[in-house]
């Protein structure tokens, strides 16, 4: 039996792709352009007597950084096939996959109308927070039955099995894992005043609750007072809607789901702090000057250029800076010189910090007819070699136990210092009326960078259009 690589190309912009010799287990080599969306197939070629069974997997991955979410599927063929000849099983697999950097929303919409449509992927590869909605639209399988067959998946990290929970079941499997630091230019803490030792310092200082959210604003109005960084970009967080900004409110100690009932949750006296603190950045100390912004244009290469003093962003994102955008002064080595990072500073002092996690996870859709293959496939991914191949290539963390300790992973600086902020991390709540919560708290707090609502006034327009937009499927407390 051999195995070849067909590819089918589906061009939007222009294209460049190594094409794959047909040999007798290949080493899979990939690269995919942006806006392109390649679908590949691993063909296994016939024998008599064995039933050929395609496993069909669907990523969102932003290339070429993120490429192995789904090329690493096509490497699990090999593994998986020679372990069903040795168990006799006379079933062998071949693999189609479809990977493009496609809009979140427009993900979901599209796995929705191919589950319609009755064309579902048998994996697919998506933001833990749609569990929710998926699994009660009945289009995936939960999977805590099936994960004692693959001892890989003892080898999590325990803690990120809360990302794939809902109602009590597991749904997914986490295949990466990140932290969202806050970010800082050392250069422009130096014209500050601040000492090699107290830069150096900071990670410890924000661990310890020493330095908070509010001791960052006095520092970032300094910058701008003194002229060092221009009013409005003393701390910048993303400049649209995500996953970060629900990491400020745990800071304050609130909360989004109830863990009896399963709702969201609206604690009004927390949110009240959340809105007072990003309408105080924006108009109190006014160093804060981002929404809207574009992320190629003015974004990324404000923070990773020296412009802003403090920032939020994900570890995933060293990879893109690296490689994007400070190439030219020296990559990797020229960030770790000039940038420093640690945890998202606590709100109050003695208080912890925090850092959010948003795994990306492979979800088994309830219309494949194999599921037990493609839970297969997925474990084959579930490993400290596969996983690292993208942890590494991308700047997520690993999601397993043994990975900090395997050598390829341990060699990465930024992952190696990184891992210790999972010990601080939070999750999207897995609800299926996530999308309407997080979009009206955000539509209030971008209100309240503009000055158009008091923190009061957010809190006021945030109760009403959720329960009008959610009715008795929110708390509010």
């Known amino acids: 039996m051999f ?23 290949p080493t899979p080599e990939v690269r995919i352009v942006k806006e392109t969306v390649v679908v590949e197939k691993e063909v296994v070629v016939e024998k008599p007597g064995v039933e050929m069974v395609t496993i069909k997997g669907r990523c969102r991955a932003k290339p070429p950084m993120e490429d192995w979410r789904c090329n690493n599927i096509l490497f699990a063929v090999s593994e998986v096939n020679a372990d069903l000849e040795a168990k006799g099983d006379n079933r062998r697999v071949q693999v189609e996959t479809v990977q493009d950097n496609l809009g979140w929303g427009d993900l979901v919409t599209e796995y929705t109308l191919a589950f319609d449509a009755g064309e579902a992927p048998d994996i697919w590869l998506t933001g833990h927070e749609f569990i929710g909605a ?19 998946f003892a080898n999590v990290v325990d ?4 990302s794939v929970e809902y109602k009590g079941q597991i749904w997914g499997i986490p295949q990466d894992a990140e932290a969202r630091p806050l970010y800082w230019s050392k250069p422009l803490l130096k014209e500050l005043g601040w000492s090699d030792g107290e ?15 509010y001791d960052m604003l006095e520092t970032a109005k300094e910058a701008v007072d003194k002229g060092i960084v221009e009013e409005g970009m003393g701390f910048w967080h993303r400049p649209k809607n995500g996953p970060d900004f629900t990491a400020f409110l745990y800071d304050y100690g609130g909360e989004t789901i109830d863990p009896d009932t399963g709702k969201l949750v609206f604690e009004k006296d927390v949110w009240l702090k959340y809105y007072q603190f990003f309408y105080d950045a924006a108009q109190t100390y006014k160093v804060t000057e981002v929404l809207g912004v574009g992320w190629g244009d003015t974004w990324h290469p404000s923070v990773s250029g020296g412009k802003v003093l403090f920032w939020v962003g994900g570890t995933w994102q060293w990879a893109e800076w690296a490689e994007l955008y400070v190439k030219d002064l020296g990559g990797e080595a020229w960030l770790f010189e000039n940038v420093g990072f640690g945890l998202t500073p606590a709100a109050e002092k003695g208080g912890d910090p925090v850092t959010l996690t948003h795994p990306l996870v492979y979800l088994i859709s309830s219309q494949s007819e194999h599921p037990d293959l493609a839970l297969a496939l997925v474990a084959k991914l579930t490993t400290d070699e596969a996983n690292t191949r993208h942890a590494i290539n991308s700047t997520h963390l690993g999601i397993l136990k043994t990975q900090a300790d395997y050598e390829p992973y341990a060699e990465s600086r930024l992952l190696s210092e990184a891992l210790y902020m999972l010990d601080y991390t939070t999750y999207l709540p897995n609800n299926p009326n996530w999308g309407p919560y997080s979009t009206i708290t955000y539509e209030a707090l971008a209100a309240v960078e503009a000055g158009d609502f008091t923190a009061e ?9 959720l329960q009008t937009e959610l009715g008795d499927e929110v708390i509010i407390k």
């Open 199 to 213: 830069i150096e310092g900071l990670p410890e200082a924000i661990k310890k609750g020493e330095f908070t959210l």
């Open 159 to 162: 803690k990120l099995w809360d």
């Open 134 to 152: 998926q699994a009660e639209a009945g289009r995936l399988i939960p999977l805590d039955d099936m994960l004692g067959d693959y001892p890989e």
């Open 3 to 25: 195995r070849k690589r067909t590819v089918l190309v589906i061009v939007s912009l222009l294209l460049v792709l190594a094409m794959l010799s047909a040999c007798a287990q």
């Open 457 to 465: 006034e957010a809190v006021a327009f945030a109760v009403d259009a």
